[in-house]
């Protein structure tokens, strides 16, 4: 293999290589999320349901303001419930 074959060849691997990543790297992000207080369902939180209650699906109401989910990232506050929009912090 000449030089400039070899030269194109290995652009050809890089430009490759840096496809791979960049897929890569959006997959990660599209699975990112974050903690939203105050969206769950009864019974549907992830977690931190308040006094009597443990962790994963024990909030007791729907929209529990002390009861959080994870959801897709940067979707929280624009989250409506009956009870106003998603909190990115602990409300209550």
């Known amino acids: 293999m000449n030089r ?3 030269s194109l060849a290995l652009t050809l691997a ?3 290589a840096g496809v791979a990543h960049a897929d890569g790297s959006q997959d990660t992000r ?3 999320v974050e903690k939203c207080w105050g969206v769950a369902k009864a019974g549907q939180n992830d977690c931190a349901a308040g006094p009597g209650t443990t962790c994963a699906g024990t909030a007791k109401a729907d929209y529990q303001k002390n009861a959080w989910k994870n959801v897709p ?3 929280c506050t624009s989250i409506k419930t009956p009870h106003g ?3 990115l912090t602990k409300v209550g």
């Open 14 to 16: 890089a430009l490759v």
């Open 30 to 32: 599209k699975s990112a």
């Open 85 to 87: 929009m998603g909190s």
């Open 4 to 6: 400039h074959a070899a």
């Open 73 to 75: 990232a940067g979707t």
